[in-house]
């Protein structure tokens, strides 16, 4: 079992908008904003897409954002692409007791 | 453009010792402001963080892996390295090294470069 749930899918046509939720509990993304996200082509490195919450690394599309509400993370991509299709993993700081904790992740479907 | 490089054998057998390696291109992996770690994805299951190393030798661990896990660093190769002694098939999985960039306590960390992960089966 994943120390953070993800929908293990979600889909969406070109130019809709999608939402991907990361849920933990009140000593991971709860208690600290350092949530990450990470696009993840199989076979290839993952990509850092969001970082503390809702910031953009350089180079990320402004269509990536990022936001937290109590124990829960959401990852919501708009004006879906093509090129968007993957999987998409969250990660949170979990203190000094288990320090990092990831998604179970979620493969985005562009239909 | 900083890159990781896992390298280390694919197939492991039971009871012997994991070996990997991950060499950083592109940057220095004495970087006051990074450490480097090891995450781990058993098939069709989650990313596992392993552990992390500071260019010092700091080392910290997911307490719930079983002992046996070490990670180095070599500041000399530009390279950090894992070790788990005792093996089973459960440690099958793709392993990824990665840098996390900042410290939490000055209020900003995450992982931010990952290499493409190595592919290692424990089998007899």
């Known amino acids: 079992q994943s120390a953070l749930t993800q929908p293990a899918s979600v889909s969406g046509s070109p130019g809709q908008s999608i939402t991907i939720s990361c849920t933990g509990t009140?000593?991971?993304?709860?208690?600290?904003?350092?949530v990450s996200w990470y696009q993840h082509h199989p076979g290839k490195a993952p990509k850092l897409m969001i970082y503390?919450?809702?910031k953009r690394p350089s180079g990320v599309s402004n269509r990536i954002s990022g936001s937290k509400s109590g124990n829960t993370a959401s990852l919501t991509i708009s004006g879906l692409q093509a090129e968007d299709e993957a999987d998409y993993y969250c990660?949170?700081?979990?203190?000094?007791?288990?320090?990092?904790?990831f998604g179970g992740g979620t493969k985005l479907t562009v239909l | 453009q900083l890159q990781l490089q896992e390298s280390g054998p694919g197939l492991v057998k039971p009871s012997e010792t994991l070996s990997l390696s991950c060499t950083v291109f592109?940057?220095?992996?004495?970087?006051?402001?990074?450490?480097w770690g090891w995450i781990r994805q058993p098939p069709g299951k989650a990313l596992e963080w392993i552990g992390s190393?500071?260019?010092?030798?700091?080392?910290y661990y997911n307490p719930s892996l079983k002992s046996g896990v070490t990670i180095s660093v070599d500041t000399s190769k530009n390279q950090f390295s894992l070790k788990m002694t005792s093996v089973t098939a459960a440690d099958t999985a793709i392993y990824y090294c990665?840098?996390?960039?900042?410290?939490?306590?000055?209020?900003?960390?995450?992982?931010?470069?990952w290499g493409q992960g190595i592919l290692v089966t424990v089998s007899s």
């Open positions: 592109g940057g220095s992996i004495s970087s006051s402001d990074c450490h």
């Open positions: 503390d919450v809702s």
């Open positions: 990665a840098r996390r960039k900042g410290f939490c306590s000055a209020g900003s960390c995450h992982f931010d470069y």
């Open positions: 009140s000593s991971d993304v709860g208690n600290y904003n350092f």
């Open positions: 190393v500071y260019y010092s030798g700091s080392t």
């Open positions: 990660c949170s700081h979990a203190g000094n007791s288990l320090f990092w904790v």
